[in-house]
């Protein structure tokens, strides 16, 4: 698995301003983790809240495993690789947090078993008229969420899933938007205290 640093929301601008950049977490991570725990680079997801940091195992299969048998030998070394590197990984994940601003999370893989541990939640607020609450509503009625807030971030896995190749293009164009503005003349917005801008 080859590491990579997938950025998700805006990498600068105000909204991240008194975030420490991050864009070097995938090679610290892969060079501050001890070897041996995982194959190759861990995988290495960013946002403003948390950097997930997900690898994989080390597995091999008995030849004549069942897919069954292969599932549960997969499930057992991510429950034992979560339960050995336990401190190690809280050592790991306060270092990072001091390094980047942001909470770390972990994950495994293991053959065709991935599963998410210590994974942040975080809090988002919205207003919603009417017929957007429906929306939220209607699911929640249909069994499909247990509350409002379940039903809206069904919704945003759904759109993250069918609108991967359109999302990705917009964080392409806001990347580039933020590079060319950091690019100015003193890498800092116009002064627009002037006379001008009470126009």
């Known amino acids: 698995m080859r590491g990579q640093g997938r950025g998700?929301?805006?990498?600068?601008?105000w909204q991240q301003a008194d975030?420490?950049?991050?864009?070097d977490a995938p090679a610290w991570f892969a060079g501050r983790l001890p070897g041996g725990w995982f194959v190759?680079?861990?995988?290495?997801?960013?946002?403003?809240?948390?950097?997930?940091?997900?690898?994989a195992v080390p597995i091999?299969?008995?030849?004549?495993?069942?897919?069954?048998?292969?599932a549960a030998?997969?499930?057992?070394?991510?429950?034992?690789?979560?339960?050995?590197?336990r401190d190690a990984r809280i050592?790991?994940?306060?270092?990072?947090?001091?390094?980047?601003?942001?909470?770390?999370?972990?994950g495994a893989v293991a053959g065709g078993?991935?599963?998410?541990?210590?994974?942040?939640?975080?809090?988002?607020?919205?207003?919603?008229?009417?017929?957007?609450r429906q929306v939220l509503d209607t699911l929640v009625d249909a069994g499909v969420a247990r509350s409002r807030s379940d039903a809206l971030a069904w919704c945003v896995r759904?759109?993250?899933?069918?609108?991967?190749?359109?999302?990705?293009?917009?964080?392409?164009?806001?990347?580039?938007?933020?590079?060319?503005?950091s690019a100015g003349p003193d890498g800092s917005s116009p002064d627009v205290s002037g006379p001008e801008a009470t126009a």
């Open 8 to 13: 998700f929301g805006r990498s600068g601008g």
């Open 19 to 23: 975030l420490p950049p991050a864009e």
């Open 40 to 55: 190759g680079a861990p995988e290495v997801e960013v946002d403003r809240d948390e950097i997930l940091v997900v690898g």
């Open 60 to 70: 091999e299969h008995a030849p004549d495993a069942s897919d069954a048998d292969k």
């Open 73 to 85: 030998h997969e499930a057992g070394l991510i429950a034992r690789f979560r339960e050995e590197t």
């Open 91 to 106: 050592r790991v994940a306060r270092e990072g947090e001091h390094r980047y601003g942001r909470k770390v999370s972990w």
């Open 113 to 132: 078993t991935r599963e998410l541990f210590t994974t942040h939640s975080a809090p988002v607020m919205t207003r919603l008229r009417q017929p957007e």
């Open 158 to 181: 759904l759109v993250g899933r069918n609108a991967d190749e359109w999302l990705d293009q917009l964080r392409a164009a806001m990347s580039e938007v933020d590079r060319v503005r």
